[in-house]
Every structure is written in C-alpha cells, then in structure tokens.
C-alpha cells in the first residue's frame, strides 16, 4: 500500500497537519485516539468516511516518519 494515496498534507486544512484524504481527521488525532485506547473498530465506527485502509495507511506513515528519523524521543532541557 502507498499512505501517500490516503494521507495529505494541505496548508489549507489543518494547517498543513497529515489527514487523512477526504476528511478533517489528522493523523494525529487518530494516533491519539488509539493511545486513549479506542480500538479501530470503534474509530470506524464512530467516523464513517474512514476505512480500515486509511488506518492501515496512517500506521505506514508514522512507520515511515520513524524511518527518517522524523521522530524521536525528546529530552528535557532545564
């Protein structure tokens, strides 16, 4: 699968935040979702304009941000 067919980056919504194609719904709200501990069931369910292959795809970019290194631990600065 290609995330880029389903996850969009637009100046225009969101201010420019991934989303999923089609909708309002950023990448980083859905991971979000997940980390409060919704299943993917419940997030389709709840948001109808999503498939499973958008979440399929959002795993693919998060993995593919870790694999640039787009993202990493952060530390503290005091």
């Not at 501990?37 to 499973?52: F, H, M, T, V």
């Not at 958008?54 to 005091?78: E, I, P, S, W």
Request: glycine residues 6%; negative net charge; proline residues 3%.
């Amino acid at each position: 699968m290609n995330w880029q067919q389903h996850i969009i980056e637009d100046e225009n919504i969101l201010v420019g935040k991934p989303t999923i194609k089609g909708t309002r719904l950023s990448v980083e709200f859905l991971v979000g979702l997940l980390a409060q501990g919704w299943s993917e069931a419940q997030i389709l369910e709840n948001y109808p304009r999503l498939q499973k292959e958008h979440l399929q795809a959002m795993f693919l970019y998060v993995q593919d941000c870790f694999r640039d290194g787009l993202m990493y631990k952060r530390t503290n600065v005091d």
